[in-house]
């Protein structure tokens, strides 16, 4: 699962080349099975490629539905990863970070949501050893930097996220750096907006998951995303290429 609809798609194509190459898929164009124009859906032999829009609602609503189908399908032993984008701190842009653990903007590890007028809280750890395979296939597969370690979510881009140049604004320069900071020791690495619903939903459902994120921007630097298009683009491939190698291993290890 990613935030874009045209980067799923653009995964969908790029797995399938994968897959052909490693002798899993055929050579039927990738099309979009989903019948809502919410999100798109696509599946290339086991895999799902799925976008889930922008913040804990939206996934909230795609994962949801997608457990659902994996459930009436029979479909058993998933595995779930979030390949997205988000703010680095302290970190050069195009770094990959592989979560350890979502936390909220309190740095608490738990997903919240209001049931029935009552508040439920789920722990958002994620798991440990499929991070580390993810981790080791870098040392190998990938010419980028990949790190490891915690990712806040936040349920707003501007002040949820300690930015200045939204419409409103509650703090200034000084303080907004005293909170990155703080949040950068406490263990954050980067932060982007639908994490910690995604770990609490996939181990509710236990599902085994990872969410890896490049990073656009150094929130210690800066608040806007000042890349050129082309890093751009590249840039947003890399979660992906990361993630390949472990599906290709998995699927010749579970065939
Ligand atoms: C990263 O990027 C999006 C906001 O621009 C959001 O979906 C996220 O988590
Ligand atoms: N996505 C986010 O949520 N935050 C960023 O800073 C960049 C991408």
Do not use: W
Request: net charge neutral.
């Amino acid at each position: 699962m990613g935030g874009s609809i045209n980067r799923m798609k653009k995964f969908a194509n790029f797995i399938k080349e994968k897959l052909q190459l490693a002798g899993f898929a055929g050579d039927k164009e990738v099309s979009n099975l989903s019948r809502t124009d919410r999100y798109v859906i696509y599946k290339i032999g086991k895999v799902l490629t799925v976008s889930h829009g922008i913040g804990v609602p939206s996934i909230s609503i795609v994962l949801n539905e997608i457990i659902k189908v994996l459930s009436y399908a029979g479909a058993n032993e998933v595995v779930f990863f979030r390949v997205g984008t988000s703010g680095g701190l302290g970190t050069e842009p195009g770094t990959v970070v592989i979560t350890k653990k979502a936390v909220n903007g309190s740095m608490e590890p738990k997903y919240e949501n209001m049931i029935l007028g009552k508040r439920f809280y789920y722990p958002s750890d994620l798991d440990s050893k499929l991070a580390s395979q993810i981790q080791f296939c870098s040392q190998t597969d990938v010419d980028f930097p990949v790190i490891y370690g915690d990712t806040m979510c936040a349920s707003d881009f501007y002040e949820g996220q300690a930015r200045l140049d939204g419409a409103f604004c509650e703090f200034n320069e000084q303080e907004k750096m005293t909170y990155l900071k703080d949040i950068k020791k406490a263990g954050v690495c980067n932060i982007e907006m639908e994490s910690l619903c995604f770990a609490a939903m996939c181990r509710k459902a236990g599902i085994s998951a990872a969410v890896v994120c490049v990073t656009l921007v150094n929130r210690l630097k800066e608040d806007c995303v000042t890349l050129s298009p082309e890093d751009h683009e590249e840039y947003q491939l890399r979660p992906m290429k990361l993630i390949i190698p472990y599906i290709i291993n998995h699927l010749l290890k579970t065939q």
